[in-house]
């Protein structure tokens, strides 16, 4: 079979662009694809320079890492530095943008990349708020052109196989729901402009760690089999103010399955999350138990109920499914956006629009509840 292959834009050279570069970089074959391939025609930085020096990093891998395959094998041939991000909205070797800015920057970037006649992955949390949401997805359906939401961990094998084991029935009705992204990150001793304490840069827990309990919310609960409610909402919020810039030190928020279940999903920038439980759902027959952490977990358990509550899972079942050696495990949402481009579609069936507005929606809710400095703030949406 033929590769197809995507030409790439990337736009920023953070941590988070650098390691889905990378995995583009990697031999597709090390994951199982032999159907599709990717290149990188162009970054966009704040210079040429700086645009060039991300390049030269991804063209000089240690022979140790899997994307110094890239390298080697035409990933890279003819990738043009810009030092803007229209520069690579308007190049005519760019396919696809991805979109690896801060979170507050989301709309105006992905409204430039879909103008310019570019398909779109941004990076999550999708946008700041739902209205810039709705405004990208009318602008990708008058464009007829791709748009996603970049929830990595959706792509992950994990996720097939957690999506098989809720398809048999064996754990039954979901009774309740629980899940968590905690680290610890001293922020005391973070400078106030850390884009993880700077209100202007959406910092603060729930945006930017609040999308990986969210995942874990919309596979086990959400795509359930036994959920019918496909409009859940927040029903109790709290979110702790870090006194020094004002964003949250976490959050938590309450979501209700009407005629199912509820699930309390958190975000802490102040603790380290729980190693063997980081998403729990327990049900009628059994519990399952995925293992931290929330963004990249490998590890999940199909567990008995206690033993004064029997159910029917009587032992205990567990499934290793790490990514791919070699791979970051931002691979797969590439190929998936590469099929899908492939095929035509603007928008993908395994991480729809309408999902990624019911988690923008509970994100409006915790943060419009709270008395953070994003409390008051909107987002882009018109202009």
Not at 140 to 161: C, D, Q, Y
Not at 353 to 372: K, L, M
């Amino acid at each position: 079979m033929t590769r197809s292959i995507l030409r790439w834009g990337i736009i920023s050279t953070g941590g988070i662009a650098t390691e889905f570069s990378q995995d583009l970089c990697v031999d597709p074959s090390t994951r199982g694809v032999t159907d599709i391939s990717h290149a990188i025609a162009a970054v966009g930085s704040r210079s040429v320079a700086s645009a060039q020096k991300f390049i030269d990093g991804l063209r000089s891998g240690p022979e140790t890492e899997g994307w110094s395959w890239g390298a080697k094998n035409g990933v890279l041939d003819g990738c043009t530095p810009h030092g803007n991000y229209q520069d690579v909205y308007n190049d005519p070797n760019v396919d696809v943008i991805y979109i690896g800015t801060p979170p507050n920057f989301h709309h105006q970037n992905a409204k430039e990349a879909l103008l310019a006649g570019k398909h779109v992955l941004c990076e999550k949390p999708f946008t700041f708020d739902l209205e810039e949401l709705d405004e990208l997805i009318a602008l990708a359906k008058s464009k007829n052109l791709f748009l996603m939401e970049a929830v990595w961990t959706r792509f992950h094998p994990l996720a097939g196989a957690v999506r098989e084991v809720l398809a048999s029935g064996t754990l039954g009705k979901p009774l309740r729901f629980t899940a968590d992204f905690s680290m610890d990150w001293n922020l005391d001793n973070e400078p106030a402009e850390h884009r993880m304490l700077n209100p202007a840069l959406g910092g603060g827990s729930l945006l930017d760690m609040g999308p990986y309990p969210s995942v874990w919310a919309m596979l086990l609960v959400h795509q359930n089999p036994h959920n019918t409610d496909r409009d859940p909402k927040v029903i109790n919020t709290y979110q702790t103010v870090y006194q020094r810039t004002g964003v949250d030190l976490n959050s938590r928020w309450l979501v209700e399955w009407k005629g199912l279940c509820q699930g309390q999903l958190l975000s802490d920038l102040s603790c380290p999350g729980h190693r063997d439980a980081t998403a729990i759902l327990q049900c009628a027959e059994g519990d399952l138990v995925v293992e931290y952490p929330p963004y990249k977990a490998e590890t999940f358990h199909v567990v008995p109920r206690p033993d004064r509550f029997p159910g029917a899972i009587t032992k205990k079942t567990t499934y290793h499914l790490p990514v791919a050696k070699g791979n970051n495990g931002l691979s797969y949402e590439a190929d998936e956006v590469a099929r899908c481009i492939r095929a035509g579609k603007i928008e993908c069936e395994k991480m729809t629009w309408e999902e990624s507005r019911i988690v923008q929606g509970w994100f409006d809710v915790v943060r419009r509840s709270g008395n953070t400095a994003l409390k008051g703030l909107k987002g882009t949406a018109g202009k």
